[in-house]
C-alpha cells in the first residue's frame, strides 16, 4: 500500500494523518463526522474551541460541501483559491458546527494549490479538517522531521512531501462589509484584497 492508499483508507476510517499541504505539514482528518475532529484535537492538544478549517480538493467540491457560499463569497473564494489562504465566509446553515468553534454561523475554508501526494489524496477523499501538524504555539512544520514525534506516532499515516514554505496560510475574513486580515501568512494580502475589491466593483458596475 503507497502512502497515498494508506492516508485516504485512514481519513476515510476517521483516523487522523499528516499531510504536506502547499504551506505547512497538516495533520487532517475526515471532516463529515465530529469525532474525527475530535481525534485530530486530542492529537494535537489543540482546545475543541478552537476552530479549523474545512479544507477542499477544489472550489466546487468546495460548494458543494457549503451550499450556502454561492454568489459573492463564492466569487471571492474562486479569485483566490487554490492558493495559501484561508478564507472565513458566512455559515448560516451552521454546516461542519464540530470544526467553526464557538461561531457556528461562520467557517473558515481552504483550497490549496498542492501537487503531488497531497493532491492524489485530497481529490480522493474531497475534503479534510485540517490544522498545521504542531502542537499548540509551536512553530510549523517546513518538513516532517519538524513534526513533533508524538504526533507523527499517533498519526496513521504521515505522507512526505519534502520541504515546504514553513508558513501558514494567510487568513482574511470576509464575515463582515470590509474583508478583515487575520493573520498575515504564506500568501500576500494586501494582493488579495486589491483583486477582491476589483471583483466587487466590477459586479457592482
Not at 495559501?84 to 467557517?107: E, H, K, M, S
Request: net charge neutral.
Amino acid at each position: 500500500m503507497t502512502a497515498v492508499d494508506g492516508a485516504v483508507s485512514a481519513i476515510r476510517a476517521g483516523r487522523p494523518v499528516v499531510l504536506p499541504f502547499d504551506t505547512v505539514y497538516g495533520l487532517a482528518a475526515d471532516p463529515y463526522r465530529d469525532q474525527s475532529t475530535r481525534s485530530m484535537y486530542l492529537l494535537k492538544g489543540r482546545d475543541e474551541t478552537k476552530p479549523s478549517a474545512l479544507v477542499a480538493c477544489d472550489v466546487d467540491y468546495l460548494l458543494e460541501c457549503v451550499p450556502e457560499l454561492r454568489g459573492r463569497s463564492a466569487s471571492i473564494a474562486r479569485a483566490l483559491l487554490p492558493g495559501a489562504f484561508t478564507l472565513v465566509f458566512p455559515n448560516p446553515a451552521q454546516r461542519f458546527r464540530w470544526l467553526t468553534g464557538p461561531t457556528p454561523d461562520v467557517i473558515g475554508v481552504r483550497v490549496p494549490d498542492v501537487v503531488g501526494s497531497a493532491a492524489h489524496v485530497l481529490g480522493r477523499v474531497g475534503a479534510v479538517v485540517a490544522t498545521s501538524a504542531n502542537h499548540p504555539g509551536g512553530a510549523d512544520p517546513a518538513s516532517l522531521d519538524e513534526v513533533p514525534r508524538e504526533i507523527l506516532e499517533g498519526a496513521a499515516v504521515a505522507v512526505d512531501g519534502g520541504r515546504l514554505l514553513g508558513r501558514p496560510s494567510t487568513v482574511i475574513d470576509f464575515t463582515g462589509t470590509e474583508p478583515r486580515v487575520l493573520r498575515a501568512g504564506a500568501a500576500n494580502p494586501d494582493h488579495a484584497l486589491d483583486r477582491v475589491a476589483s471583483l466587487l466593483a466590477g459586479a457592482r458596475s
